[in-house]
């Protein structure tokens, strides 16, 4: 009596909840709970838009116990069938489900198994041939799990070929992802070095305005407006005692004060670097002048790094 009153509650609450669009991971919940309070019309009704986080095979998984309570048994074994067919791995818990469904559910795997083996093998081997070589790898090693399921039985010796190809294929589809991973760190290693000597390259001045520096003694040189702020930096791995990081910027400073352009005559550290350019390129000063009216200047300014 308490367990049917528990379960009228149970599905006073499931059937108030509405069914939205988007909302179908909750009537995969609700679903769920209508199938234990034992409203398993209602519950198929939830699970028509459902989604779980185990994918369409958990919602079919649930769609076959609620027809086998409900008697359709060719109904429930389609549910399994297409079950299996989405997720040949899919292994359902003993412990949670009927014995006569985790049965059924095997009987179902042990006729399916076969095809879904030779299915899986040949789009592996389509996404091989298509240089999918990470997807390729992740089949031939399902196909593999296949091969050595207890549930194929007898059908594994006439698959027993297909054993051999499916390990032949994963270490070439293995080695062609790593081998494609080494090419992809080394086009983005060699991209940033070229950015490294680009950003290290001296400014080319334009050939009309003059640029004039510290030789030029009748030119106010710049003066830092605030503070000049470095970036922070962690001194690598190995760095004691006093050793220091010496560098050389030199700063092309415009005629309102700004940094037009920045580079390293002497680097500092190679990755440090960057980050100094791009600190440098936020400073300000108040410009040279000659004859009282502002010029542009180039000014070296040197930079150490002290261990901490």
Same mark, same amino acid.
């Given at each position: 009596?308490?367990?049917? #009153?528990?379960?009228?509650?149970?599905?006073?609450? =499931?059937?108030?909840?509405? #069914?939205?669009?988007?909302?179908?991971?909750?009537?995969?919940?609700?679903?769920?709970?209508?199938?234990?309070?034992?409203?398993?019309?209602?519950?198929?009704?939830?699970?028509?838009?459902?989604?779980?986080?185990?994918?369409?095979?958990?919602?079919?998984?649930?769609?076959?116990?609620?027809?086998?309570?409900?008697?359709?048994?060719?109904?429930?074994?389609?549910?399994?069938?297409?079950?299996?067919?989405?997720?040949?791995?899919?292994?359902?818990?003993?412990?949670?489900?009927?014995?006569?469904?985790?049965?059924?559910?095997?009987?179902?795997?042990?006729?399916?198994?076969?095809?879904?083996?030779?299915?899986? *093998?040949?789009?592996?081997?389509?996404?091989?041939?298509?240089?999918?070589?990470?997807?390729?790898?992740?089949?031939?090693?399902?196909?593999?799990?296949?091969?050595?399921?207890?549930?194929?039985?007898?059908?594994?010796?006439?698959?027993?070929?297909?054993?051999?190809?499916?390990?032949?294929?994963?270490?070439?589809?293995?080695?062609?992802?790593?081998?494609?991973?080494?090419?992809?760190?080394?086009?983005?290693?060699?991209?940033?070095?070229?950015?490294?000597?680009?950003?290290?390259?001296?400014?080319?001045?334009?050939?009309?305005?003059? #640029?004039?520096?510290?030789?030029?003694?009748? =030119?106010?040189?710049? =003066?830092?407006?605030?503070?000049?702020?470095?970036?922070?930096?962690?001194?690598?791995?190995?760095?004691?005692?006093?050793?220091?990081?010496?560098?050389?910027?030199?700063?092309? #400073?415009?005629?309102?004060?700004?940094?037009?352009?920045?580079?390293?005559?002497?680097?500092?550290?190679?990755?440090?670097?960057?980050?100094?350019?791009?600190?440098?390129?936020?400073?300000?000063?108040?410009?040279?002048?000659?004859?009282?009216?502002?010029?542009? *200047?180039?000014?070296?300014?040197?930079?150490?790094?002290?261990?901490?």
């Amino acid at each position: 009596m308490l367990h049917s #009153i528990l379960s009228l509650m149970l599905w006073a609450f =499931v059937a108030q909840e509405p #069914i939205q669009a988007g909302a179908s991971d909750n009537n995969f919940m609700a679903a769920k709970a209508l199938y234990a309070a034992g409203n398993y019309e209602e519950a198929l009704s939830r699970l028509t838009s459902a989604t779980a986080a185990g994918g369409a095979a958990e919602v079919n998984q649930y769609r076959a116990l609620c027809l086998l309570a409900l008697g359709r048994t060719a109904e429930a074994e389609r549910s399994l069938e297409d079950l299996v067919t989405q997720r040949p791995l899919f292994k359902m818990s003993e412990t949670d489900v009927s014995p006569r469904v985790v049965a059924m559910f095997h009987d179902v795997r042990k006729r399916l198994l076969p095809g879904a083996t030779r299915d899986l *093998y040949a789009r592996a081997r389509t996404n091989y041939d298509q240089k999918l070589y990470g997807r390729a790898a992740a089949e031939f090693k399902d196909v593999l799990a296949l091969l050595g399921d207890p549930d194929l039985g007898q059908d594994a010796a006439a698959l027993s070929d297909l054993k051999m190809i499916a390990e032949g294929f994963l270490k070439l589809a293995d080695a062609e992802a790593a081998a494609a991973a080494k090419a992809e760190t080394d086009a983005a290693a060699l991209k940033k070095a070229e950015a490294a000597v680009e950003a290290a390259k001296p400014p080319a001045p334009p050939p009309t305005v003059r #640029i004039y520096n510290e030789a030029d003694k009748d =030119v106010t040189p710049p =003066v830092d407006i605030g503070s000049r702020t470095l970036p922070e930096w962690k001194p690598p791995p190995g760095a004691a005692g006093s050793f220091e990081y010496r560098g050389v910027l030199r700063l092309l #400073i415009d005629e309102q004060g700004k940094v037009e352009q920045a580079a390293l005559v002497q680097r500092v550290l190679e990755a440090y670097d960057p980050l100094l350019l791009a600190a440098a390129r936020s400073w300000t000063f108040r410009p040279a002048r000659r004859n009282g009216q502002p010029v542009k *200047y180039q000014k070296l300014i040197g930079v150490t790094l002290l261990p901490r």
